[in-house]
T-cell receptor, first 115, second 113 residues
Framework: AQKVTQAQTEISVVEKEDVTLDCVYE???????LFWYKQPPSGELVFLIR??????QNEISGRYSWNFQKSTSSFNFTITASQVVDSAVYFC????????????FGGGTRLMVKP | ETGVTQTPRHLVMGMTNKKSLKCEQH?????MYWYKQSAKKPLELMFV???????ENNSVPSRFSPECPNSSHLFLHLHTLQPEDSALYLC????????????FGQGTRLTVV
């Protein structure tokens, strides 16, 4: 069975603060993929990143960075110098070959960035 | 613009009504999905179609009936729904989840009264 846990249900920060969203996953598969999606108030889910289980290199894209650590089964997401437009619900998800590549989502973290 | 379009964006229906949600993808993907997003619950996978064939039905009540006439279109037919079915229904498509990641529509906000 697969499971994704996002322990932080809501985070509130002030603009320009850095914020880290936590994601912990469980899977018995050795080959799997981890994702982050952003869901702005408009409702659609926007793909942010995909990581496969063999690539533990951290990734940076602009103000976004991701820290993948297999030893702790975590795939944390950091936003540097947050902006009001970053306010959204962020979902971490897991897909593995043995689960038919179906996405299992975490419960989501609502991020509120205040001016 | 994600390439996945859902209509309508908002729907209010009575418990005796019959309505349908529509999803269309312009990405050339072979797999399409329906997800349900309720308040305070994780996203729940409802149905999966791969090459127009249903491959997954996640114990969804029969008052939800999917239809996939071709790889680009997916419908969710609704009848005799309950107030607890009120939720955001998201459609997604993918070539392969291990590839680019699924593209999602903007969702249909359904309210059952």
């Amino acid at each position: 069975a697969q499971k994704v846990t996002q322990a932080q249900t809501e985070i509130s920060v002030v603009e320009k603060e850095d914020v880290t969203l936590d994601c912990v996953y469980e899977t018995r598969d050795t080959t799997y993929y981890l994702f982050w999606y952003k869901q702005p108030p408009s409702g659609e889910l926007v793909f942010l990143i995909r990581r496969n289980s063999f690539d533990e290199q951290n990734e940076i894209s602009g103000r976004y960075s991701w820290n993948f650590q297999k030893s702790t089964s975590s795939f944390n997401f950091t936003i540097t110098a947050s902006q009001v437009v970053d306010s959204a619900v962020y979902f971490c998800a897991l897909a593995s070959n043995n689960a038919g590549n179906m996405l299992t989502f975490g419960g989501g973290t609502r991020l509120m960035v205040k001016p | 613009e994600t390439g996945v379009t859902q209509t309508p964006r908002h729907l209010v229906m009575g418990m005796t009504n019959k309505k349908s949600l529509k999803c269309e993808q312009h990405l050339g993907h072979n797999a399409m999905y329906w997800y349900k997003q309720s308040a305070k619950k994780p996203l729940e996978l409802m149905f999966v179609y791969n090459f127009k064939e249903q491959t997954e039905n996640n114990s969804v009540p029969s008052r939800f009936s999917p239809e996939c006439p071709n790889s680009s279109h997916l419908f969710l037919h609704l009848h005799t729904l309950q107030p607890e079915d009120s939720a955001l229904y998201l459609c997604a498509s993918s070539q392969d989840f291990g590839g680019r990641g699924a593209g999602f529509g903007q969702g249909t906000r359904l309210t059952v009264v």
